[in-house]
């Protein structure tokens, strides 16, 4: 399995994916959790963004439309994925062991405390665009899809880890969580 951490252009944050948490680019902090963890046999960046400029291994994304796309896109093309989002500055080894620990042939995903599905802290086996396709033709929803094909995992007291940044606001409350300096 392969960590695939998804990095579309951000309309209401422009670049966000690179602005600087505690000394690196947000989206690296990404990497690293998945690389730290253990568990894959390689982690990539899968992105629409031409503006990233990091010495990892990034995977154009070439698909077109919304979210469920882009997961059915990275899906076909390296089999079982772990999908994550590359703008959430909390995640760490530990949620990411969360999730796999529970994966067992099937699609799993984090849960917040809220009830809502998190489909960049999830695993999508090989073979499961087949049902996504069939799904598309009923909803776009990729959240509506793991509630009916998936497997929760209550994140509980975790569900803060899979927050994203979107806004600016979202940046700076970032930076004071984790204690930045910036």
């Known amino acids: 399995m392969i960590a695939?951490?998804?990095a579309k252009v951000s309309q209401r944050l422009p670049n966000k994916h690179m602005l600087n948490i505690c000394g690196k680019p947000l989206i690296l902090r990404v990497y690293e959790a998945a690389l730290n963890s253990g568990l894959f046999e390689d982690v990539?960046?899968?992105?629409?963004?031409?503006?990233?400029?990091?010495?990892?291994?990034?995977?154009p994304d070439n698909s077109q439309g919304v979210l469920i796309d882009a997961i059915e896109s990275a899906i076909k093309i390296f089999g079982t994925i772990?999908?994550?989002?590359?703008?959430?500055p909390f995640l760490d080894s530990e949620i990411i062991r969360k999730i796999h620990g529970n994966y067992q042939n099937n699609t799993v995903y984090g849960m917040n405390a809220e009830s809502f599905p998190?489909?960049?802290?999830a695993i999508y086996q090989e073979g499961s665009y087949i049902n996504i396709e069939k799904f598309k033709q009923t909803s776009r929803s990729i959240s509506a899809y793991l509630k009916q094909y998936g497997k929760a995992i209550p994140l509980k007291e975790d569900s803060w880890k899979a927050r994203s940044i979107n806004l600016a606001e979202d940046y700076?409350?970032?930076l004071k969580i984790l204690g930045c300096n910036e």
């Open 4 to 6: 695939v951490i998804f």
């Open 44 to 59: 990539i960046i899968y992105s629409k963004n031409p503006n990233l400029n990091l010495n990892v291994k990034i995977i």
């Open 82 to 88: 772990f999908a994550l989002g590359g703008d959430m």
């Open 118 to 121: 998190e489909p960049l802290l």
């Open 172 to 174: 700076n409350n970032a």
